[in-house]
């Protein structure tokens, strides 16, 4: 469903990536490892549409989109959460979650936000608790999953997430990872960057990116 070729990005002269090839296909989970500085985020951010200048083929369910805007990628099913995971700190969960479901017409074949909503829920039953409180008093590992709880109201159809469970207490890392696979298991497609192997243990493939470059065959 995303087929990358030849993907160059540049940070003024310094060039970031170089030819990066990779695919996904419907319901897998492909992990990018790499050492600090390697890429990642430079690549899940170009195939969002965030990073920097860059140039090659991404398509997106047979279409070219290289040249989309970030808004148009997520319309057309692309979840991006970042590492730093933007949320909106002064809003609370309840708030942030709604924020990211348009009330606008929503595709009949997609669950509505509301039941949207109570799936994330499900999903993560932390944040059921804590509802009316401000992200910014929220533990790192709450606010991750806050944020990928956000993205999921969007619906998308390809996760793309930059080490999600980095840096946050090991009780809440295993219910990331767990609820991660729960999402691989209802068919989510994920590229997932991580330095550790918490989901690397479980994908369908793991490419990694040194210097900017792919070693593995995608
Ligand atoms: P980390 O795990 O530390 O986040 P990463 O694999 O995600 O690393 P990137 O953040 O994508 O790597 O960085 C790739 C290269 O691009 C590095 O050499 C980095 O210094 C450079 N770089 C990243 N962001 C910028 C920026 N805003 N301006 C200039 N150079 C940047």
Same mark, same amino acid.
């Given at each position: 469903?995303?087929?990358?070729? #030849?993907?160059?990005?540049?940070?003024?002269?310094? +060039?970031?990536?170089?030819?990066?090839?990779?695919?996904?296909?419907?319901?897998?989970?492909?992990?990018? +490892? #790499?050492?600090?500085?390697?890429?990642? &985020?430079?690549?899940?951010?170009?195939?969002? #549409?965030? =990073?920097?200048?860059?140039? =090659?083929?991404?398509?997106?369910?047979?279409?070219?989109?290289?040249?989309?805007?970030?808004?148009?990628?997520?319309?057309?099913?692309?979840?991006?959460?970042?590492?730093?995971?933007?949320?909106?700190?002064?809003?609370?969960?309840?708030?942030?979650?709604?924020?990211? !479901?348009?009330p606008r017409a929503w595709p009949s074949d997609q669950a509505t936000p509301a039941l949207r909503f109570?799936?994330?829920?499900?999903?993560?039953?932390?944040?059921?608790?804590?509802?009316?409180?401000?992200? &910014?008093?929220?533990? #790192?590992?709450?606010? +991750?999953?806050?944020?990928?709880?956000?993205?999921?109201?969007?619906?998308?159809?390809?996760?793309?997430?930059?080490?999600?469970?980095?840096?946050? !207490?090991?009780?809440?890392?295993?219910?990331?990872?767990?609820?991660?696979?729960?999402?691989?298991?209802?068919?989510?497609?994920?590229?997932?960057?991580?330095?550790?192997?918490?989901?690397?243990?479980? !994908? +369908?493939?793991?490419?990694?990116?040194?210097?900017?470059?792919?070693?593995?065959?995608?």
């Open positions: 469903m995303l087929k990358v070729e #030849g993907l160059n990005a540049w940070y003024g002269q310094a +060039q970031a990536l170089f030819e990066v090839s990779l695919s996904v296909g419907e319901g897998e989970l492909v992990v990018i +490892q #790499g050492l600090n500085g390697a890429g990642k &985020s430079t690549l899940l951010q170009s195939l969002i #549409g965030i =990073g920097p200048r860059a140039q =090659g083929q991404i398509s997106w369910r047979g279409a070219p989109i290289q040249d989309w805007p970030a808004h148009r990628r997520a319309r057309a099913g692309l979840g991006f959460v970042a590492e730093d995971r933007r949320l909106f700190t002064g809003l609370s969960v309840k708030e942030n979650l709604w924020i990211a !479901a348009p109570d799936r994330v829920m499900a999903l993560f039953p932390q944040l059921q608790t804590m509802l009316h409180r401000p992200a &910014s008093q929220m533990s #790192g590992g709450e606010q +991750q999953m806050l944020a990928l709880a956000r993205t999921l109201m969007t619906a998308p159809r390809l996760l793309l997430l930059d080490e999600p469970c980095e840096g946050i !207490a090991p009780v809440l890392v295993a219910a990331m990872r767990d609820a991660l696979l729960q999402l691989a298991r209802e068919g989510v497609a994920m590229l997932v960057a991580e330095q550790n192997n918490i989901l690397a243990l479980h !994908a +369908q493939r793991v490419l990694v990116l040194t210097s900017g470059r792919m070693d593995s065959a995608a």
